[in-house]
């Protein structure tokens, strides 16, 4: 993600429109980051079952995602992994 703005006025650090000082952090500028996540999936077939893994902010960072509350931070690292079962795929045995 790119640089931005959380003001109309582009203001730089954290300032105000009119300039004074903004300890709440709602204005100012946003830097720019980079976050990594990965994700895959294997398919079992005698099983019918797929099983997977996914992980977002690989690298943990420290981002900030909005200013217009407060300083908001982004999400830390989240790693999630399951299975999904076809039970569809298996033969009526009626």
């Not at 709602?26 to 830097?31: L, R």
């Not at 895959?40 to 909005?66: A, E, G, H, M, W």
Request: net charge neutral; glycine share 8%.
């Amino acid at each position: 993600m790119a640089d931005q703005f959380s003001d109309v006025h582009n203001a730089e650090g954290q300032v105000n429109p009119d300039g004074t000082p903004s300890p709440s952090g709602q204005f100012g500028k946003i830097e720019d980051c980079a976050i990594v996540k990965l994700a895959t999936s294997y398919r079992i077939k005698p099983l019918n079952t797929d099983v997977f893994v996914s992980v977002k902010n690989l690298f943990d960072q420290n981002y900030i995602v909005d200013r217009t509350r407060g300083i908001l931070p982004g999400s830390p690292r989240l790693v999630q992994a399951g299975f999904k079962l076809d039970f569809r795929a298996f033969p009526d045995r009626s």
